[in-house]
């Protein structure tokens, strides 16, 4: 009885520090309850925004010129320096100018030589005319001097002519700049001979205005047209290497009148006032080309966007701060920000920081961020910022 007595203590204190190990386990393993995670939040904010295209460009001069002569000749005399700043009319060059000179004279020469004739045939003329009706000379003779004063008339004509020929080849000798620009580099240096519109001397281009060339797809071509008729069209130009708030204003001047096939696409050229020569002829370009505004749309922080199987999301914070992941359609980068087209409201909240620790239904820490900004300040005011309506998903990547 004694033994079973103890064997039945000995069993019921195994089972009761079973237990109490299990419970301390399960305790350990349930550990302390998880805090929300923290999230960095701004709300969205509606603004006018512009549409608009963004096109690779290329510069162009405004005028460009290869000066030529237009007489042959060995080159005596340069008047400028490469890369210098020219006028229209400035002297760049000097041929030789004794060839002509000396052919001038022989045309002057000739000029008054068939001059002294024409006085002479004009003289006879006259003497025969007084004396026809007297029968001292026959009618066959007065009608061959009249003939003579013809001949010498154009003689003296043709003499004249030579004259201005002459006249015009000594001025070749001296060739002026044809129009305001910049040299490039000179193409001959003096003592060469230079030969009759074949022997390019140098390159001036204007730089103030300056073209900015570019193309668009025959897809947005229809847009363009329409925005160009109504007159609201502005191109913003940059070098890549400037800032965007550092572009600058131009406008539309050309649209070509065809599509090109190869390509599907249309050239188009934009004017832009280049008085510090800030633009170079040749220099890649960005063009942006707006045509448009967007009235009251939601932008929100790009980095807020996020990329599924499903496409472009956010995790939209309830007033409860739960998190709810809203698909959105995106629409074109303003800056910092983006429109979203569909999906999230005005004044609602977005994550911006966090997203990884975020579940969706779960509760969050919220931290304030700054509010979605306006349209970027290189836009100038007026017909707004630049939205591309074909740039969602590309406005999406985080």
Known sequence: ??????IRAIVALAALLATSGCAKK???AAGPPQSAPLVTVARATAHDVPVYLDEIGRSGAFESVTVTPQISGRITERHFEDGAELEKGQLLFTIDPRPYQAQL??????????KAALDLAKTQLKMYGSIANTRAVSQMDVETKKNTVAVDEAQVQAAEAAVEN????????YIHSPIDGRAGMRLVDVGNVVQTNSTGLLLIQRLDPIYADFTITEGDLPQVQ??????????????????????????????????????????????IPNRDHHFWPGQFLDVTLVLATAKGAVLIPNQATQISQQGPYVYVVKPDDTAELRLVTLGQRQGDDVVVTKGVA????????????????????VQEAAPANAP????????????KSSDSSNAGKS
């Open 26 to 28: 399960s305790t350990q």
């Open 346 to 365: 005005d004044g609602e909240r977005v994550v911006v920081t966090g997203q990884l620790t975020v579940a969706p239904g779960g509760k969050v820490r």
């Open 376 to 387: 970027p300040p290189s836009v100038p005011p007026g017909p707004a910022a630049p939205a």
């Open 226 to 271: 329409r925005e160009l008729a109504r007159g609201t069209l502005q191109a913003l130009v940059r070098i890549p290497s400037d800032p965007p708030n550092r572009a600058r204003e131009g406008k539309l001047t050309f649209v070509d009148n065809m599509v090109q096939n190869a390509t599907g696409t249309v050239n188009l050229r934009a004017t």
């Open 1 to 6: 009885m004694n033994w079973s007595n103890a």
């Open 166 to 173: 002459a006249k015009l080849n000594l001025e070749y000798c």
């Open 105 to 114: 004279d022989s045309a002057q020469a000739q000029l008054a030589q068939s």
